[in-house]
């Protein structure tokens, strides 16, 4: 069983809520500017256990030019409580959840202003991807249903739902782009971390593993040393019998288990890239020989015993590339769709008669990072090109070019000059590091600017 802290459970649950992936610290969470700090603490009293019950609306915090009102403190603190309830972590409405709530607020409403300040705006297309989620998550088959069940319960939900997402959209585009100016990583970064220990995590290898857990009779925190003497003997006992070459794991789960009371769990769990485990297993199985067996493994859940029972060692990474050629005609507001294509199909029918490809494509393509090359686009892999355009790239012929088809850009004609299996195995490790050294730096970096966000605000808490 895991025990969070009050401030880690209102946190999460009201960032949930909120669409905020703030993951804010205790810093972040306190830090005020110095004009605020006063009547902070004078107001701490006052607005202790706000409810329904005992508040008339008002305002409650001004942050720049906007307020917050006392009846959007309450309606947060609620739903805090009621998505805690939820995940099974009840929490009381208490001055220190109010001040943590309340700071959500504050930092939700200052990354808001910034959002309209900067004129970001959510991409339609991932708003109605989450809304088809929803929908589909609650057994409904298209957005239209969602909205009509959400109004018919209460009018304007849909449009409500949809603007938190937007708000959601928005802030998170903010935030990356917030974060990605403050995380700088160099080439040299890349090639130290290559270097270390937890980078075996990025090789293709696959490894066959038998995890078994001898889960714990009651929280580790209360076991007696009988019993923890108890789950480290059998899983002493289960590791010997997996020892054995060529060892029946079922058979071997059935012996070890004996009078134990708790069901032993696991067992052969197939092939697995180490980047797909989590870093603590993924650095114990890769410093497994195939056959042997880890040393008993204490987690707060249980012991666990891994056995490396085989391994696919692979160091490529083949991805399938095509050398294409384009020609593309515009649709503008200078050039309608017809005339696009009645251009299009003129170019097709020099093609068919003997026209050079690249000659044409020099002469009459609109794409100006291709057309000074004969339309050469180079090298080109899966997901580079939109779904059209790789479609047609997929079912083109080496040595042959495809009939005119549409994307949004235009009209096209493709040429395939080549197909081969490139080894991208060193870049991909080079861009899964960068992503690795990212995202241990990233936190860092987001708390630092939400206190810089803060401490640059007007800020008033008031009675």
């Known amino acids: 069983m895991r025990f969070f802290s009050l401030r880690q459970t209102s946190r999460a649950v009201l960032l949930s809520m909120a669409g905020l992936t703030l993951a804010l610290s205790a810093n972040a969470a306190t830090v005020k500017p110095a004009a605020a700090q006063a009547s902070t603490s004078a107001a701490q009293s006052s607005v202790d256990r706000l409810t329904p019950a005992n508040s008339t609306d008002g305002i409650i915090a001004l942050v720049n030019e906007n307020a917050i009102l006392k009846s959007e403190l309450v309606d947060a603190i609620e739903q805090t409580q009621a998505r805690a309830k939820t995940a099974g972590e009840p929490i009381a409405n208490s001055a220190q959840l109010q001040s943590e709530v309340l700071n959500a607020l504050i930092l939700r409403e200052l990354q808001l202003s910034m959002v309209k300040r900067a004129g970001l705006s959510a991409d339609e297309a991932e708003i109605n991807q989450r809304l088809g989620q929803i929908a589909q998550a609650e057994g409904l088959n298209s957005i239209a249903a969602l909205q009509q069940r959400l109004d018919a319960a209460q009018p304007g939900s849909y449009a409500n739902l949809r603007a938190k997402l937007i708000e ?20 040299q970064d890349i090639d130290a971390f290559l270097a270390s220990p937890e980078a075996k995590r990025l090789n293709q290898s696959e490894y066959q593993t038998i995890h078994v857990r001898v889960p714990y009779i009651d929280d580790y925190s209360r076991l007696s040393a009988a019993q923890r003497e108890e789950a480290l003997k059998v899983a002493q006992a289960l590791r010997t019998r997996l020892l054995e070459p060529n060892v029946n794991v079922a058979e071997a789960v059935a012996a070890s288990q004996g009078s134990y009371p708790i069901p032993l769990q696991g067992g052969d769990m197939g092939f697995h890239k180490a980047a797909s485990l989590p870093t603590e297993l993924s650095s114990k ?62 170019l097709y029918e020099q093609l068919r008669g003997g026209a050079d490809f690249a000659s044409l494509a020099s002469t009459y393509s609109d794409d100006p990072g291709s057309a000074g090359r004969g339309g050469d686009l180079d090298w080109v892999s899966e997901e580079d090109m939109v779904g059209p355009f790789e479609a047609t790239m997929k079912n083109t012929a080496v040595g042959d070019y495809s009939a005119p088809f549409k994307t949004q850009f235009g009209w096209h004609i493709l040429k395939v000059d080549g197909k081969r299996d490139q080894d991208i195995s060193e870049q991909y490790r080079r861009n899964m590091a960068r992503q690795a050294l990212y995202q241990r730096l990233a936190p860092q970096a987001q708390e630092d600017w939400l206190q810089e966000l803060r401490a640059g605000a007007y800020i008033q808490i008031l009675g």
């Open 168 to 187: 959601e959209a928005s802030i998170q585009a903010l935030q990356q782009r917030q974060i990605t100016r403050r995380v700088r990583i160099s080439e």
């Open 285 to 346: 199985i890769t410093k497994l020989d195939v056959g042997t067996v880890s040393e008993p493994l204490l987690t707060p859940e249980g012991i666990d015993i891994i056995k490396l029972a085989d391994k696919k060692a692979s160091n490529t990474m083949l991805i399938p590339q095509w050398h294409t050629r384009h020609i593309l005609v515009k649709v503008d507001d200078l050039q309608t769709d017809a005339l696009a294509e009645q251009k299009i199909n003129d």
